[in-house]
């Protein structure tokens, strides 16, 4: 059995900064950290590896600049068999469809995998996209927002997602791709031992080139999104503070602008 994971290298959420005159995400001078979702989904794939009796093989993928090696290592560290780093100056700017697009073209290149494990979404753009186009993508089932593997074979797998309005029971035939979220499981901590193994480990890293990619579909040329305008929101706050003598007073305007939403509420 082989397992893909998608992993992918964010800024610190604390240092986040986006560049207003293009739009894009800062990353330099930034702590990086590897997405905390996409933990959940490496756990995920170790622990079928354990349940299944029979030899699975765990590969991790990352589109990211070369700095991205270390969240690989991580993973590596963690128990995954190999990883390989997608890196290239023409990928920059990607939006979620030209990185699904990238991701994509790796799995059909190292293929095939009977399963493709993605955390729900990354923590520095929050759209839980790119899972669902790689999925969208390759043609395979696609099964968002996973909270619970309960139950997995060599043939198919039955999950527990995570809905609005409650939970649902899915059964799908493998392949297939699952986000999870962090309900999932609980990350192991990677020992010392794995640790040095992972920065041992040599990191395969591929292009444009070698993965074969028409260079229009990827990077900003092949990312039909783009940020029209970021704005700063204003926090305005014109406090008035009563106290002492005033303090009754002050409860009588506090009930007055109560007023009007509690009449709402009760309408």
């Known amino acids: 059995m082989r397992i893909a994971v998608l992993v992918k290298q964010v800024p610190d959420t604390d240092l986040v900064k986006l560049d207003p005159e293009t739009g894009t995400m800062i990353r330099e001078n930034t702590g990086n950290i590897i997405n905390p979702l996409d933990l959940h989904a490496i756990e995920a794939a170790l622990r079928i590896k354990e349940f299944m009796s029979s030899e699975t093989d765990i590969v991790a993928f990352s ?6 090696e270390v969240a690989l290592r991580e993973a590596i560290a963690m128990g995954v068999n190999d990883a390989y780093l997608i890196s290239d100056r023409r990928f920059a700017g990607a939006d979620t469809l030209a990185t699904a697009t990238v991701l994509s073209k790796a799995l059909e290149e190292f293929g095939p995998f009977d399963l493709v494990l993605a955390g729900e979404k990354a923590v520095d753009g929050e759209t839980g996209q790119v899972g669902p186009e790689v999925g969208a993508i390759l043609d395979l089932p696609v099964l968002s927002y996973v909270a619970k593997i309960v139950e997995f074979t060599e043939k198919s797998i039955i999950i527990e997602r995570e809905v609005e309005d409650g939970k649902e029971i899915w059964e799908s035939r493998l392949p297939c791709l699952l986000t999870l979220t962090k309900e999932v499981n609980e990350p192991r901590l990677p020992t010392l031992n794995m640790k040095k193994k992972a920065r041992r480990v ?14 229009t579909t990827v990077g900003l040329k092949g990312s039909p999104t783009r940020v029209a305008k970021i704005t700063t929101p204003k926090i305005a706050r014109n406090a008035v503070i009563y106290e002492g003598k005033e303090l009754e007073e002050g409860i009588w305007k506090v009930i007055e602008l109560l007023k009007p939403y509690l009449e709402e509420n009760h309408e």
């Not at 589109?63 to 991205?68: E, Q, Y």
């Not at 040599?202 to 260079?215: A, F, G, V, Y």
């Open 63 to 68: 589109m990211g600049p070369p700095v991205a």
């Open 202 to 215: 040599k990191i395969k890293t591929l292009n444009c080139d070698s993965l074969k990619i028409d260079e």
